[in-house]
């Protein structure tokens, strides 16, 4: 079966400075979601990555996919309090919507003022 | 405004005790999920349901049950079964259909089964 790592396991960032969250998959890569999940809540959904060489971007946060590497990372520029959480990322197990997501463990980020 | 909650937010058990987890969205999304999370896990899926009256088992479906009477509520039951309860519990929907469609997760429920 499909299994998603993510590195590194934890992070701790001054504020302002840049940081990357890499998930890697042993399997080819489809539809590909990056979430974020504060401590003891829900998962907010970040950005959705389809095909290979996508990029998006929202406010600080930009998520590429590297289809060939089987890998998708994220990158966020000038961090701040408000990023720290845990980033989990989940992918489609196959080509068709109908087998569900696979999550990731899960980065979590600390940032310091 | 539009979203999923789940209730109670803190739930406490004895062991031997079925427990139900409420999930209840007004998205009008037919999909619904359960996950579980564990410290340092991914979350994995218990159930799935595509369509009102229909659900299929996921990764982790032994000890639990669920019900899709309704496209807004898809409650979970945590039977005497399984072993080792004491988890995260997060709730999702989303469109179902052709193509990859995000999920829209409630605030989780946490169970503590001692």
């Known amino acids: 079966s499909q299994e998603l790592e993510q590195s590194p396991q934890s992070l701790i960032v001054q504020e302002g400075k840049n940081l990357t969250i890499n998930c890697t998959s042993s399997?080819?890569?489809?539809?590909l979601y990056w979430y974020k999940q504060k401590y003891g809540e829900g998962l907010i959904f970040l950005m959705m990555?389809?095909?290979?060489?996508e990029e998006k971007s929202h406010e600080k946060i930009t998520a590429k996919l590297d289809e060939k590497k089987q890998q998708s990372s994220l990158h966020i520029t000038a961090s701040q309090p408000s990023h720290a959480g845990i980033y989990l990322c989940?992918?489609?197990?196959?080509?068709?919507?109908?087998?569900?997501?696979?999550f990731g463990p899960g980065t979590s980020l600390s940032v310091i003022p | 405004d539009g979203g999923i909650t789940q209730s109670p937010k803190y739930l406490f058990r004895k062991e031997g005790q079925n427990v139900t987890l409420s999930c209840e969205q007004n998205?009008?999304?037919?999909?619904m999920y359960w996950y579980r999370q564990d410290p340092g896990q991914g979350l994995r899926l218990i159930y799935y349901?595509?369509?009102?009256?229909?659900?299929q088992k996921g990764d982790i479906a032994e000890g639990y049950s669920v019900s899709r009477e309704k496209k807004e509520s898809f409650p979970l039951t945590v039977t005497s079964a399984q072993k080792n309860p004491t988890a995260f519990y997060l709730c999702?929907?989303?469109?179902?259909?052709?193509?990859?469609?995000?999920?829209?997760f409630g605030p989780g429920t946490r169970l503590t089964v001692t």
């Open positions: 999702a929907s989303s469109i179902s259909g052709q193509g990859f469609y995000e999920q829209y």
């Open positions: 399997k080819t890569l489809y539809g």
């Open positions: 990555l389809q095909k290979g060489g």
């Open positions: 989940g992918a489609e197990r196959s080509k068709t919507s109908y087998d569900k997501v696979i």
């Open positions: 998205l009008n999304h037919d999909a």
């Open positions: 349901s595509q369509i009102v009256n229909d659900f």
